[in-house]
């Protein structure tokens, strides 16, 4: 199955920093989602972006699909974007019905 | 447009019991999915269900078993509970494939005792 791996695994931010996270996977893939889980546990979603670029407020988010990575920036960052930041990748075909997750990156902003 | 609701939020079972879980998906959302997560394991795949058929199971014991109705609402339950059961379920919902877009619901924290 697909690899997922992102980095860093921990991130500690002053607020009004800017950060980036990463997220490669092994394999050409058509769904890549970013979600953060928040302090109760749900999923929000943040991007879906297979490829490109999208921007989101703050939050901005690249798919460079031909060379399997996708980045996930967030600006001026607040303390309530503390939290753990997911990367999910699906390949369509047969048999495939599954997101795939990575370990995620524990981000904390201290005021 | 309502998300996708799961109940009950909390559960507390002791070990050999057995539970259902629920998940509700968004209006005119056919697939859902569901996967378990634990500090230790992460976020795991435990199954996909389509029109009330399983298309996808994940690496679990027969203990766990899904199904869906006609409305798209769907079930899992656990038997026998195992302490190592306790995790938060998620169920997420897409409309048909998972190259979809998926919506998570708020989860099921069981804590087996």
């Known amino acids: 199955g697909i690899q997922v791996e992102q980095s860093p695994p921990d991130l500690i931010l002053q607020e009004g920093a800017n950060s980036t996270l990463r997220c490669n996977f092994s394999d050409s893939v058509n769904n890549l989602q970013w979600f953060h889980q928040n302090p109760w546990g749900q999923l929000i979603n943040l991007f879906y972006i297979p490829s490109g670029t999208k921007q989101n407020g703050r939050l901005s988010a690249t798919t460079v699909a031909t060379e399997r990575y996708s980045l996930l920036y967030i600006s001026s960052s607040q303390t309530t974007d503390s939290g753990v930041y997911f990367c999910a990748v699906a390949k369509s075909g047969a048999g495939s019905y599954q997101l795939t997750f990575g370990k995620g990156t524990k981000l904390s902003v201290i005021p | 447009k309502a998300g996708v609701t799961q109940t009950p939020r909390y559960l507390i079972k002791t070990r050999g019991q057995q539970v259902t879980l629920s998940c509700s998906p968004i209006s005119g959302h056919r697939s859902v999915s569901w996967y378990q997560q634990t500090p230790g394991q992460g976020l795991q795949f435990l199954f996909e269900y389509f029109s009330e058929t399983q298309r996808n199971k994940g690496n679990f014991p027969g203990r766990f078993s899904g199904r869906q109705f006609s409305n798209s609402r769907s079930e899992m339950n656990v038997s026998t509970l195992e302490l190592g059961d306790s995790a938060l379920y998620l169920c997420?919902?897409?409309?048909?494939?998972?190259?979809?877009?998926?919506?998570f619901g708020p989860g099921t924290r069981l804590t087996v005792l």
């Open positions: 997420a919902s897409s409309w048909r494939l998972v190259i979809d877009e998926q919506f």
